[in-house]
C-alpha cells in the first residue's frame, strides 16, 4: 500500500489550505474553496482566516464577497455549525447537510411550541413567518430587533423546558429567525457594528435549487478530500456530521486512492492524487479559533502534539488561536487590549522559525489595525496570554 508521512501530510496542508506564502490567493472565493468552507460560529473567524491566506490581506474584499457580490454564502450545515462557503459549494452543502439541519431546526421550533401549551401551532408558525419576510421587503435588510418592532407576533415569549431545571421564558423571535435563515428563506447580512460582530441584519433571500443528497453527499466530500487528504474515513463522518453509511456510500462513488498513514490507519486521497508533494519554504502563520485547518480532521496527531491539547482546546472541543510552523501547530496567540499581538510556543521551533512567526505578527497587526479580537470560545492558554 502507498504510504503519506506526517511531513507529506503537512506539506499539502501548507499548500492545499493556502497558507505558505507562496501558494496564498489573491481571492477571498478561492482562499473558502481552498478549505471547502470556512468557520463562521465566530464572525472574526471569517475575516481572519481569509485574511491570513490572501496575498494582501483586506478586510474590505471579504465584506465586498459577502454582502455585495453574495459571492460568498453563510449555511447552518456541517455538524449544525455555522460556515460560509461559496456560491458553488453551497449548492452542494444545502442539499448534503443544510436542509437536514433547517428540518431539525423547525421541528425543535414546533416541539418547543407545543410545550408552551398556548395554542401555538404549525399554521401560528407560518403565519409569523411570512409577517417576517413581508416586513423585510420595504426595509431591504433590518436587525432582529427591529423586525420584533414590525412583526408584534416575533414578542411573543414562549416556556422552554417547561417542568425541567432548564425551564426558562424565551422570545421566540431569534428561533424564528433562525429557522428562516436555515432554510435559506433569509439570509445574514452587514452586522451592526465592525466586521468582529455577530448582530447581523436579515435580507430576504431565495433557498438553494433542490439537489439529489446524494450526489451532494459525493459531491462535497470529493471536494474535501482533495484538500483534506490524506484522511480517514472517520475524519470524513466527524467533518460533515453523516452517518457511517452516508460517509462510505460517499467515498465509494468517489472510488478514491487507499494509503498508509504514520498512525498505521488506512486514509483516503482523491483518484490519482498520490504525486509525492514536493518541499517548500519554511512557513509560518497565526490562524484564528476553529480555523479549518485545525478542524478538518477528528485525527490531529499529524498536526498537533497530544501534550498541547489542554492549553489550546476549551472544554468543548473547540480549538482556539494557533501558531503554526510548517504545518505543525506550535503555540497560541492572543491580542491584549491595547491591541499587541502576544503569544507562547509550546515546541521548540528554533530562531529562524521564530523570526517568522514575529514576521507573521507584524504582518497580521498591520492588517487589522485598531480592532481588538476576543475569541468567542476562549481557551486556557489565550485567557493566559491576556490576563
Not at 505558505?20 to 465566530?42: F, K, M, Y
Not at 471536494?223 to 484522511?231: I, M, T, V
Not at 480532521?297 to 502534539?305: E, G, H, K, M, P
Amino acid at each position: 500500500m502507498y504510504r503519506i508521512d506526517d511531513k507529506q501530510r503537512r506539506l499539502r496542508l501548507g499548500r492545499r489550505h493556502l497558507l505558505a506564502p507562496a501558494a496564498r490567493a489573491s481571492s477571498v472565493v478561492a482562499v473558502a474553496d481552498a478549505v471547502v468552507a470556512l468557520h463562521a460560529t465566530d464572525a472574526a473567524t471569517v475575516f481572519l482566516s481569509a485574511c491570513a491566506r490572501l496575498t494582501a490581506p483586506d478586510i474590505g474584499a471579504v465584506e465586498q464577497a459577502l454582502y455585495e457580490d453574495v459571492s460568498l454564502v453563510r449555511l447552518l450545515a456541517m455538524r449544525n455549525t455555522l460556515f460560509t462557503m461559496s456560491r458553488a459549494v453551497a449548492v452542494s452543502v444545502d442539499a448534503s447537510n443544510a436542509r437536514r439541519v433547517a428540518a431539525k431546526e423547525r421541528q425543535r421550533l414546533l416541539k418547543h411550541l407545543r410545550e408552551d401549551g398556548n395554542g401555538l401551532d404549525e399554521r401560528w408558525l407560518a403565519e409569523v413567518e411570512q409577517q417576517t419576510i413581508a416586513a423585510l421587503a420595504p426595509r431591504g435588510r433590518a436587525t432582529g430587533s427591529e423586525l420584533s418592532a414590525a412583526v408584534p407576533a416575533l414578542r411573543t415569549k414562549i416556556t422552554v423546558f417547561p417542568g425541567t431545571k432548564q425551564e426558562t421564558l424565551q422570545g421566540v423571535a431569534s428561533r424564528v429567525i433562525r429557522v428562516l435563515a436555515a432554510e435559506g428563506r433569509i439570509r445574514r447580512d452587514r452586522p451592526r457594528g465592525t466586521w468582529t460582530s455577530s448582530q447581523f441584519r436579515w435580507t430576504a433571500s431565495e433557498p438553494w435549487p433542490a439537489q439529489d443528497p446524494a450526489q451532494a453527499r459525493v459531491e462535497v466530500a470529493r471536494r474535501w478530500l482533495h484538500s483534506y487528504g490524506p484522511a480517514t474515513e472517520g475524519d470524513l463522518k466527524w467533518w460533515t456530521g453523516w452517518g457511517v453509511r452516508e460517509t462510505r456510500e460517499a467515498l465509494t462513488a468517489i472510488a478514491p486512492e487507499e494509503v498508509l498513514l504514520d498512525s498505521g490507519a488506512v486514509g483516503w486521497v482523491a483518484p490519482g492524487d498520490l504525486a509525492a508533494e514536493p518541499p517548500s519554504a519554511p512557513w509560518a502563520a497565526l490562524l484564528p479559533g476553529l480555523d479549518p485547518s485545525a478542524m478538518g480532521w477528528a485525527d490531529r496527531a499529524f498536526q498537533l502534539s497530544s501534550n498541547h491539547r489542554a492549553a489550546l482546546f476549551d472544554r468543548a472541543g473547540n480549538i482556539g488561536p494557533t501558531v503554526w510552523c510548517d504545518g505543525e501547530i506550535v503555540g497560541g496567540w492572543a491580542q491584549r487590549a491595547d491591541g499587541e499581538l502576544v503569544w507562547r510556543l509550546l515546541s521548540d521551533v528554533g530562531r529562524e522559525a521564530s523570526e517568522l512567526i514575529a514576521s507573521e505578527a507584524s504582518r497580521m497587526s498591520a492588517w487589522m489595525g485598531d480592532v481588538r479580537i476576543t475569541p468567542r470560545f476562549r481557551t486556557p492558554l489565550e485567557r493566559e496570554l491576556t490576563a
